[in-house]
């Protein structure tokens, strides 16, 4: 395939093009030249070292090391969004862990498994990334979502508790709660959906076009792995919430304070 | 049903976090009695109404409702007897009649069915414009919110009625309103906290906080 590789040494001389962005916070004393020198570095020692890895994953193919790595990026994901979301990790990391494992998987499986058929599923050159696609873009509606959830049941307790006293179970007292959460949490995706092709260029089908492949062909890559996020993304922020309820609820139906890292209530 | 309390506290404590409300608490409520409750701010008296309700953990062997304890297990059941209106009350969001025909679809409540014509009437007698029931939520007043969701509370038809302050935010005369239909209620225990004496006047009862507890508080009259 005609694809062609990047020199190393012009990749050295494209970091240049990072004068635009350091000259401008330079120019207005925007007080963003360390982190954006930090974040340049850590974009690069990640990427050396994803792109060293990847290809040591590839070439040995194995089915457990495969697994083992898709653990890590969940494991990694789980972090970065209790973080982002100010919940207490004790509570939340094995939910949130389950929930990405199962709502990720779920999809992928599908993906790899019925739309790319012949292609080998659990190869690590397909596995590896379309599992790493689909995660990365359902995060923001899982940090969102929990979010979103907790912070309207503290602020709204009342409502809640109308709710229980007016007779509701758990499930039917959540319900207004839930819905607003699904909204808020997929707005985003529905609308990146919405837009697709005319605003950016989405990555996948930049990324098989540069690979050789046709644009016609290209966008049936593209489709299938929007498909595949909206799903993931909707399955794993509701098991999210979902799969955290037993123990951030408790057994009288109110919520339980140690939800929250920082307690402002 | 036979004559046991609708509600009866044994020797409860109450906290906030680490700190104490009220300790050995004892109050029993017969059926269709009307009891105002009152005594100094903090001294515990909603976060009394919310253990009633099962919203704060209750220990052991402390609270019955209709002769029954109240644990995490069955606090799901007895929350059926029991209809609580808090105190600047928030039930929902969206047009009022729909909120108010919202608790209906519940599966515990399918025994009963959500009556307009009732709605109506109650909003009459607090003195609510009819076409409040056509309004969102939002727009209402704290005062028409609270009388709303009396009306809410109201309509599930249950044997023990919980407020917290419910006539504090209406104007002198829905005051009235509301006191004298409570008043009227025949089958319909209360259990009301307030600070006003105008709510003392209506129910049969009258207690404070301080006097509930064993060994703790002078008498008063």
């Known amino acids: ?265 | 049903m036979d004559s046991s309390p609708i509600l009866e506290i044994r020797d409860l404590d109450g906290m906030a976090g680490n700190i104490c409300l009220f300790r050995k608490l004892h109050l029993t409520l017969d059926p269709g009695e009307k009891c105002t409750l009152s005594g100094a701010s903090g001294s515990g008296k909603s976060t009394l109404l919310k253990m009633i309700m099962g919203f704060l953990p209750v220990p052991a062997d402390t609270i019955f409702i209709t002769g029954e304890e109240l644990t995490a297990k069955s606090c799901w059941r007895l929350r059926k007897c029991v209809a609580c209106v808090s105190q600047e009350p928030e039930i929902g969001k969206g047009k009022v009649c729909d909120i108010l025909a919202a608790p209906f679809q519940y599966r515990s409540n399918r025994s009963l069915s959500f009556e307009l014509k009732e709605a109506q009437q109650l909003f009459e007698c607090f003195l609510l414009p009819a076409d409040t029931l056509q309004k969102d939520m939002e727009v209402l007043s704290g005062g028409e919110k609270q009388r709303v969701a009396l009306t809410a509370a109201l309509l599930l038809k249950r044997k023990l009625l919980l407020l917290d302050e419910v006539a504090a935010a209406l104007d002198a005369r829905s005051k009235e309103a509301v006191r004298a239909y409570l008043a009227s209620l025949k089958n319909t225990a209360i259990l009301s906290v307030s600070h006003d004496v105008g709510d003392f006047l209506l129910s049969s009862r009258l207690e404070w906080m301080e006097d509930l507890q064993k060994g703790g508080g002078n008498a008063r009259d």
């Open chain 1, 1 to 265: 395939m005609p694809v062609t590789d990047i020199d190393v040494v012009r990749l050295a001389a494209g970091y240049g093009l990072l004068l635009i962005p350091l000259g401008i916070f330079l120019w207005h004393r925007v007080p963003l030249i360390g982190t954006t020198l930090v974040s340049i570095v850590r974009m690069t020692v990640q990427l050396l070292f994803i792109g060293f890895y990847l290809q040591i994953l590839f070439d040995l193919n194995n089915i457990w090391l495969n697994i083992m790595w898709l653990a890590v990026m969940i494991a990694v994901a789980d972090a970065s969004i209790l973080r982002g979301c100010d919940l207490n990790f004790r509570i939340f990391a094995i939910p949130v862990f389950v929930a990405l494992l199962l709502g990720i998987l779920l999809p992928v499986f599908i993906f790899l498994s019925v739309i790319l058929y012949p292609a080998p599923a659990l190869d690590a050159r397909f596995l590896v990334p379309i599992f790493g696609m689909v995660l990365g873009n359902s995060l923001r509606a899982v940090i969102v979502g929990l979010q979103h959830f907790y912070d309207a049941l503290r602020r709204r307790e009342k409502e809640y508790f109308f709710f229980l006293s007016a007779g509701a179970g758990r499930q039917e007292a959540l319900m207004p709660f839930l819905k607003e959460t699904l909204q808020v949490s997929m707005a985003p995706t529905l609308a990146n959906m919405a837009t697709m092709g005319l605003v950016a260029l989405p990555g996948m089908m930049t990324g098989v076009m540069i690979g050789g492949i046709s644009p016609a062909a290209a966008i049936k890559y593209q489709i299938a792995i929007m498909i595949a996020i909206l799903s993931g993304t909707s399955l794993a922020a509701t098991l999210a919430v979902y799969f955290s309820l037993r123990k951030s609820l408790t057994p009288w139906g109110s919520l339980n304070r140690s939800v929250f890292t920082r307690l402002n209530q």
